[in-house]
């Protein structure tokens, strides 16, 4: 009687394991950078049906100040940028109400300016300590705070 009860946890442990498509990943990487400026663009990577996000975004503001936000062409109307006015944090939401058909796209370009010179400034450090992704079904895909280097 036991083997009936165990076989079909330990088989749908497995297949939790292989279909684990419901996670999804925020990726950073330089895009840009002169003696002045460094531009950051953030890609969401298997967040499928992503319809609402909300990034709570730290840096160093002794290393750098935030100085623009370019909107993807996927995101264009959606996204917006809460407080852009708080040294070392900014809090960047995206509401639409149909979800991204595909599953990796572009969400936006960051662009800082640094606060001297480049050498003494790099690596930035962005701490994503809060982020939040909702599907149109307004299911949560989660997604776990990370933190980048930026070279």
């Not at 975004?57 to 936000?69: I, R």
């Not at 001297?116 to 949560?140: F, N, R």
Request: include cysteine; charged fraction near 25%.
């Amino acid at each position: 009687m036991k083997k009936f009860f165990i076989l079909p946890l330990l088989l749908a442990a497995v297949v939790c394991l292989v279909f684990n498509c419901e996670s999804a990943e925020l990726l950073a990487e330089k895009s840009a950078t002169d003696e002045t400026q460094l531009s950051a663009r953030f890609k969401a990577i298997d967040a499928l049906d992503l319809a609402g996000i909300k990034v709570i975004l730290n840096y160093d503001a002794n290393k750098a100040s935030y100085k623009s936000l370019q909107k993807s062409r996927a995101t264009k109307s959606m996204m917006h940028v809460v407080n852009d006015k708080k040294p070392g944090q900014l809090i960047i939401v995206m509401a639409s109400a149909t979800g991204q058909k595909t599953p990796d796209f572009e969400l936006f370009t960051i662009t800082f300016e640094l606060a001297g010179k480049k050498e003494q400034q790099l690596p930035l450090e962005i701490k994503l300590s809060g982020v939040e992704m909702m599907s149109a079904a307004l299911t949560e895909i989660p997604c776990s705070p990370t933190t980048f280097r930026l070279h």
